[in-house]
């Protein structure tokens, strides 16, 4: 049998894909690798699944070329795939722009999409490892072990390779290769950034409210606020992961890179602040003093790091020390000396060059019918549903250029 086209991996993208497709009217073939189909789905959003947000400019997707979703997106965005999951019986919620299935769990999205391809008669083969892509004529011949399918097209949506064991393991890649496409760059992104500073391992479990900014070179890169989480290697924490492309882009560069946090941004009168608890706690210790408006590890550190004896009396400090303190607390120097591995990103970075790719389309500019979506592409989002969005998004494009055999 010759299919309309055959699926080269079975996550978001790949379901939506498929779909799309045979709703369509066109046979389908979903080729997945893991035992069943959409693993990597069920540890997004911690386990609740974070669909997608209503919130987008052009900061949300990074890249070779960035803005290359975005007329795609304006195609099949935030409603179109509301009111997709919503005629499969699934209802969302929004918070606060963020969307989620209104059960919270990442189960559902994978339930709703699954039985949907069931009901379409859609054929899946799971542990079902893409080994082989080859175009002769107008048919593409596909090799999983012992078996050989043919198909019209082909969409190679088999993710990228972060977080092997939920199914990305970069064998797409080798598959987009062998067809002549071209790879960019792959690095981890989404992901925790290291220090050889020896107080992480003090301050491993602290969680603080802070902005940051990424320095390379000295030059300031970028910026976040949030929840930042000190770790024993480092920090974390979603302000940490979204500016972490730029930190480890520049660190495979051989450049010099430093996040420096205000542990305090909302404190915009600390100099007064300051001066009034210390008139009014002029019984203190430094470090009690520090205690009452911040973490008691980050005062012990911020204490250590000037070398300001923590049993100070707090009345013997100085203007000259005060200020060195406040300095501390609004411009906490971290350098990163490293990054966590795939086994930790929430994404990948790089992938199929999209000068290769049709916009609009996602088809191949070197082979008719040959497709591409999702993460294998070099198109990488933001935390807060972006790059669930881009998967639901490019499936359906790619899906909806699909002809049955007989049209």
């Known amino acids: 049998m010759k299919y309309d086209v055959i699926i080269a991996g079975g996550g978001a993208s790949g379901m939506t894909a498929a779909i799309t497709a045979a709703g369509r009217g066109c046979s389908v073939l979903v080729l997945e690798r893991m035992e069943k189909l959409g693993k990597k789905i069920l540890a997004t959003g911690n386990g609740r699944?974070?669909?997608t947000n209503s919130f987008l400019d052009q900061d949300c997707?990074?890249?070779?070329?960035?803005?290359?979703?975005?007329?795609m997106l304006e195609q099949f965005g935030v409603p179109e795939t509301l009111d997709f999951f919503q005629s499969m019986g699934m209802l969302t919620t929004d918070l606060d722009g963020y969307y989620y299935p209104a059960s919270m769990q990442a189960s559902t999205v994978v339930d709703t999409l699954a039985g949907k391809i069931k009901s379409l008669d859609i054929d899946v083969k799971t542990e079902a490892l893409v080994e082989e892509i080859k175009k002769i004529k107008d048919t593409f011949y596909i090799k999983s072990g012992k078996d050989q399918y043919q198909g019209r097209n082909v969409i190679l949506a088999a993710g990228g390779m972060a977080q092997e064991k939920l199914g990305s393991n970069g064998s797409g890649y080798g598959l987009a290769k062998s067809l002549g496409h071209t790879v960019t760059d792959l690095f981890p992104a989404l992901v925790a950034l290291e220090s050889g500073e020896p107080f992480f391992k003090y301050l491993a479990g602290v969680r603080n409210g802070s902005s940051l900014s990424v320095y390379v070179n000295g030059q300031k890169k970028v910026s976040q606020e949030g929840e930042v989480q000190f770790t024993k290697y480092g920090i974390s924490g979603i302000p940490v992961f979204q500016v972490s492309r730029y930190a480890i882009d520049a660190l495979r560069k051989k450049k010099?890179?430093?996040?420096?946090?205000?542990?305090?941004?909302?404190?915009?009168?600390?100099?007064?602040m300051m001066e009034y608890f210390r008139k009014v706690g002029s019984y203190k210790t430094a470090e009690e003093f520090l205690q009452g408006f911040m973490n008691k590890k980050l005062a012990f550190t911020v204490l250590n790091r000037l070398k300001i004896r923590p049993e100070t009396s707090v009345k013997e400090l100085g203007q000259k020390e005060l200020r060195q303190i406040r300095t501390m607390i609004q411009k906490f120097t971290v350098p990163i000396s490293g990054y966590k591995g795939f086994d930790m990103a929430q994404v990948t970075a790089g992938g199929?060059?999209?000068?290769?790719?049709?916009?609009?389309?996602?088809?191949?500019?070197?082979?008719?019918g040959l497709y591409f979506t999702g993460e294998i592409l070099d198109v990488d989002g933001t935390c807060g549903g972006y790059n669930l969005q881009w998967a639901f998004t490019s499936g359906y494009i790619?899906?909806?250029?699909?002809?049955?055999?007989?049209q």
Do not use: D, W
Not at 63 to 69: A, W
């Open 61 to 71: 997707y990074r890249g070779e070329k960035p803005g290359f979703p975005y007329s």
């Open 256 to 272: 010099k890179v430093e996040i420096i946090l205000n542990l305090m941004p909302e404190q915009i009168t600390l100099k007064e």
């Open 352 to 368: 199929v060059s999209v000068k290769e790719v049709m916009e609009g389309t996602l088809e191949s500019k070197i082979h008719r």
């Open 49 to 51: 699944c974070n669909l």
């Open 398 to 406: 790619a899906g909806n250029q699909i002809k049955a055999g007989n």
